[in-house]
């Protein structure tokens, strides 16, 4: 292979800096074999980004327990006679070794088989530091999905109360005392003027009868 013997220029500083990252003297023939494979990486293409339906696809990733999602890298953890022993989802699989388990086939792969794995198995989720009884996982779950669902509903609004109903206004004639005492009144006036004719008639006809 040929070799370009036409100087090129480079600045001090970017040299020293390249023999400070490579550990060579920058002005030696030993950092020669390093600029090349620099210019060369340079060259090189860089791969291609990862599409965003597969990074999709791994932030998706994990194992769901009924009302419980486990995301890969949650760690499981059991014990049996005060001896732990561990799990960890990969993917969509609960793994404990090379064996891909359920949760119950976990809780128990030690012991009688009768154990109850919401409250045997504890739980680890990534980036978090505190380990989590799988049963108060599921508890806490359940109530925000109630929640969930509770507000979706439609609140019921009470029906108005009917208008109570118009009562008629029933008006009696009443006769008062005065009308009736008037009419009394009146009828005794006339009855006495009645009376005192009467008199006076027969007091004329007696006056008549001396006379003749």
Sequence with gaps: MGTVTFPYRLPNELMEEFGAFTGMHWAGWQIEPAICDAIRAYMRPQPAAQPQQAAAEVADAGYQWKQVFLPEGTRLRASFGRAPYHAVVRGNDIRCGEQALSPSAFA?????????AWKAVWLLFPGSE???LADTCRAQQKAVIARLFGAAEPQQVPAPCPAPAKIPLVRTK??????ASGKTAKRGRGGKRGKHGKQHKQQKQHGRHAAA
């Design 108 to 116: 128990n792969l030690k012991g009688s088989g009768n154990r109850n």
């Design 130 to 132: 505190q380990w989590v």
């Design 174 to 179: 009443q006769t008062g005392r005065s009308g």
